[in-house]
């Protein structure tokens, strides 16, 4: 069975301010928000390179994501209220406000933490909030603009990093061990694990385009460049958690797709054409790797060093830690590379058990489930791709937690924002099935089926459906 989904929304219908009637007066509250969650994903993109150019790597007065997010932090400010309302999800925004509120209380009672400094995880869960707001409560408004907005923001990206490189402004670092070694790539003042990191929010972007029909060969084309640039980075823990993630895709989802020969064939060129185009890059990535857990078991790795302050400091302040941003400017010359062991020690113990748990809540709720043929609303075109978005999300954040174990990851933005904005799909798909439940006859043949109408939540069913 083969569902077509690449043409249930165009740009013409984004421009009318009423489903079927043509208006040329423009919806100002479409493009507002249209501008709204470009703003909040091109900011989050360019961070990096753009800080990096202009400011330097440790000099920036200000990142552009601190701008940028501002807005839908707000959003997320004054709408927490309804995400705390939404039975639920309750757990999760209750398990992110305990970790918000133990972090200032550390702060302000016990190290008398700067507001500047305890601003960021109150934003983190704005950030949450906000999102799940607007995809609960916008989708069908979102939908329409986000195959085009999500292109634009990887061009970008895309583009500046390689008008850099064709500047010149990359470095080569050589690296490796018993006589295997590794040239490892820094373009843009970007270091090789952050761009590996971050590149895994762009090859999301051309995946869900990818899956909903939108520019397949420009789609495929990008995300066979990303998964290319993460492994030419030659960042040993990103190259291991994109093939740990990769092999979950293939497990979860080896039931629910049919395995065409366009879908194999476009899977073959954008996953294993890097592996063959770059064997001699993943090659030495794989063998140093497991050089470096037997360094780290054996006591050498650098790392090594690290963990042990770290379950020092821990040891020490179990409670209230040392302070938010105290390990990187008392203690150490580097960043905490782990999560939970970085957060433990500046945070406390609990600060870490709430957000371990407020984590893993989310990656349940977002797991990827069988589609059930029940219900007309499994074949409306803005379940489907609510349904990809939410699991684009779901393997976004599963990989930056992963990342987590090797690298310091837990206070990026925009793992929040697709964290609240997969859960607000949740429910918005929840709320669409309480509007449309009237059950498909079982004569009707499935192949007539289309995912072509109209996307609209209506407020009660007519006379008529009820009498049904």
Avoid at 1 to 20: A, L, Q, R, V, Y
Avoid at 153 to 179: K, P
């Amino acid at each position: 069975m083969s569902i077509d989904i690449s043409k249930s929304h165009s740009m013409e219908s984004f421009w009318k301010t009423t489903p079927g009637v043509k208006s040329s007066k423009l919806d100002f509250g479409k493009i507002f928000l249209s501008l709204l969650i470009f703003i909040t994903v091109a900011g989050f993109e360019l961070n990096y390179p753009l800080v990096y150019l202009f400011w330097g790597r440790w000099n920036a007065p200000l990142g552009i994501e601190a701008i940028t997010s501002f807005p839908i932090a707000l959003v997320g400010l004054c709408t927490f209220h309804y995400a705390v309302a939404v039975r639920s999800f309750r757990s999760v925004f209750l398990l992110f406000s305990l970790f918000v509120l133990w972090v200032i209380m550390g702060g302000l009672f016990v190290h008398s933490t700067s507001l500047n400094q305890l601003k960021n995880p109150v934003v983190l869960l704005c950030i949450t909030s906000g999102s799940f707001f607007l995809f609960s409560r916008y989708w069908d408004d979102i939908i329409p603009i986000l195959p085009f907005l999500f292109f634009v923001v990887f061009l970008f990206y895309a583009g500046f990093m390689l008008s850099r490189y064709l500047q010149g402004d990359f470095q080569y670092s050589l690296t490796g061990t018993s006589g295997v070694y590794l040239h490892r790539i820094n373009v843009g003042g970007v270091l090789p694990t952050e761009a590996a990191t971050a590149s895994i929010y762009p090859l999301g972007y051309m995946l869900y385009n990818l899956r909903v029909g939108s520019w397949r060969i420009f789609s495929a084309l990008g995300a066979f460049l990303t998964v290319s640039f993460i492994i030419y980075t030659g960042s040993k823990g990103a190259v291991v958690c994109f093939l740990f993630l990769l092999v979950t895709y293939i497990l979860l989802s080896r039931r629910r797709y049919s395995g065409s020969k366009a879908s194999v064939f476009l899977g073959l060129v954008m996953f294993a054409g890097p592996v063959i185009l770059f064997i001699d890059y993943l090659i030495p990535v794989l063998f140093l790797t497991g050089e470096s857990v037997r360094g780290f078991l054996s006591g050498s790795d650098s790392r090594v060093e690290i963990y042990s302050l770290l379950l020092s400091l821990i040891e020490q302040e179990p409670v209230w830690g040392v302070g938010i941003g105290q390990f990187f400017n008392k203690y150490y010359t580097n960043v905490a590379h782990h999560n939970c062991l970085g957060i433990a020690a500046e945070l406390g113990v609990p600060a870490v058990v709430f957000f371990t748990l407020t984590v893993a809540a989310a990656l349940y709720f977002l797991l990827p489930k069988p589609i059930k043929i029940q219900h007309t609303y499994q074949y409306d075109g803005c379940i489907a791709h609510a349904k990809i978005f939410c699991e684009m999300c779901f393997y976004v954040v599963l990989y930056i937690q992963l990342r987590g174990f090797f690298h310091d990851t837990w206070s990026l933005k925009e793992t929040y924002f697709f964290m609240g904005a997969g859960l607000g799909l949740l429910q918005w798909i929840r709320s669409y099935r309480r509007h449309n439940t009237l059950p498909i006859k079982r004569s009707s043949p499935i192949s007539t089926i289309s995912l072509r109408g109209k996307c609209f939540i209506p407020r009660r069913r007519s006379s008529f459906a009820r009498a049904r």
